[in-house]
């Protein structure tokens, strides 16, 4: 299984990017799906987080800006950004537990990252 993020790119502030992750392979079931970000000289932090069940929560900072939504049947994860901050300037990495088979034993898996730039 590989996890392969995309979407990242230069955007004024204000503006919208849509992140997706794409996991490839055998994949049964996606179980918690979750998006970091690191910035230069930062620890990464977890942004948001959804469970297979339609939890999610969210760090502070992008509250009522970020959505974290996943179409199953692409195996398909996304971060909508939109009314991007220049603070929101980061390398973004996808992260999911996922079950390869049924009865499988969940594990978790990292994308590359995708850098996102926001100017002022």
């Known amino acids: 299984v590989q996890l392969q993020a995309s979407g990242g790119g230069w955007v004024q502030a204000g503006g919208s990017l849509r992140l997706s992750c794409e996991a490839s392979?055998?994949?049964?079931?996606?179980?918690?799906m979750r998006w970091y970000r690191q910035a230069p000289g930062k620890e990464r932090e977890l942004v948001a987080i959804?469970?297979?069940?339609?939890?999610?929560n969210y760090v502070d900072s992008v509250k009522g800006r970020f959505t974290i939504s996943v179409d199953n049947s692409k195996n398909t994860i996304y971060l909508q950004m939109n009314s991007l901050k220049p603070e929101d300037t980061a390398v973004y990495y996808c992260?999911?537990?996922?079950?390869?088979?049924?009865?499988?034993?969940?594990?978790?898996?990292w994308g590359q990252g995708t850098q996102v730039t926001v100017s002022s």
């Open positions: 992260n999911a537990d996922l079950r390869k088979y049924y009865g499988s034993r969940k594990r978790e898996y």
């Open positions: 392979g055998n994949v049964f079931q996606l179980n918690v």
């Open positions: 959804m469970t297979s069940g339609g939890a999610k």
